[in-house]
């Protein structure tokens, strides 16, 4: 019996035992080592490596251009730093959406280089056969359905989505096509809560919310949004729980008055 405190990893099998349990699920991004070894120590359930570093680590303007290459470094980086929460990444626009050859070739490559244990695609029946084909390799899939960035300019911005009927209907039947393609748990992002609670009901594997209301089995946002570190981002259903971006600039200032100042390094500083 080791000395050290146990660690209880937390598993795709085990986040969907908590749906019958009425346990909900935790979720943030992160995309680096420091900052995913912080979260992990905090006992965040699920660190997503979302393909919004293109936005928040890159400065892109939308999702699109971040390559897989890039998903995998940031992938690869969480993941080293990580000995308890499920780890999942997001592929990139044009890893997956052409053929299930394509599709394949980036979930393996993404698997093998990142060691991540799960992969989020967007799109509902467009991906499913494809969603089939990673599960049964043996890939744990998440799907994304509502506002899916990747899909911004067929959308034309980042409004709510599924607010008609129409579109509400597809994203039911979106959501029922991929629990059936095997599925683990799916993204509901930017959606009128009414349609995530009804979704969240009719399905047996959990939903995570983002702007979908308060009946998801679990929520997720960008960490630079719920820490105060993206002072520019601030859509309603961000809570911002930490003002870092105020912290942070106090800290650099005050830095850069004591360099200037003559009053970094002390003695005690110094060898
Ligand atoms: N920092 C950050 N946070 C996110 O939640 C996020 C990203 N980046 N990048 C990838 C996607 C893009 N997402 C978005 C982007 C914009 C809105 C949004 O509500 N934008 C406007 C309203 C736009 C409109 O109504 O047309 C806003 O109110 O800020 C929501 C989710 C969610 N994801
Ligand atoms: C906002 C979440 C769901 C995401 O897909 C991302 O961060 O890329
Ligand atoms: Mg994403």
């Not at 085990?14 to 900052?35: H, N, P, R, V």
């Not at 044009?94 to 799109?123: N, P, R, T």
């Not at 259903?237 to 870092?244: A, D, I, P, Q």
């Not at 912290?247 to 100042?261: G, I, L, M, P, R």
Request: hydrophobic share 40%; aromatic share 8%.
């Amino acid at each position: 019996m080791s000395s050290h405190k146990e660690i209880k990893k937390i598993t795709v099998p085990l986040i969907q035992s908590w749906k019958a349990k009425g346990e909900k699920i935790a979720m943030l991004t992160a995309y680096d080592y420091t900052f995913a070894q912080i979260f992990d120590q905090a006992n965040l359930d699920v660190i997503l490596v979302g393909d919004s570093a293109a936005n928040v680590m890159a400065g892109y303007e939308t999702t699109l251009p971040i390559s897989l290459d890039e998903m995998i470094y940031h992938a690869a980086s969480v993941k080293r730093a990580v000995k308890r929460a499920l780890v999942v990444a997001d592929l990139p626009f044009g890893s997956y959406q052409g053929s299930k050859d394509a599709a394949f070739e980036s979930a393996v490559k993404m698997m093998k280089q990142s060691g991540v244990e799960a992969l989020k695609l967007e799109g509902g029946i467009e991906i499913a056969e494809k969603v089939k084909m990673l599960v049964a390799a043996g890939i744990p899939i998440m799907g994304h359905l509502g506002l899916t960035p990747q899909s911004v300019n067929q959308f034309g911005g980042y409004g709510l989505r599924a607010k008609e009927t129409a579109e509400a209907d597809k994203l039911k039947s979106d959501a029922l096509t991929l629990e059936k393609a095997g599925a683990f748990a799916i993204v509901l992002e930017k959606v009128p809560a009414s349609l995530a609670e009804e979704v969240s009901k009719s399905l047996s594997i959990p939903t995570i919310g983002i702007g979908a209301g308060n009946d998801c089995d679990g929520q997720v946002l960008v960490m630079q949004d719920m820490l105060g570190l993206n002072t520019a981002f601030l859509p309603k259903f961000v809570r911002k729980y930490s003002n870092l971006s105020e912290q942070v600039t106090t800290a650099v200032q005050s830095y850069s008055q004591d360099v200037k100042d003559g009053n970094f390094p002390n003695n005690e500083e110094s060898y």
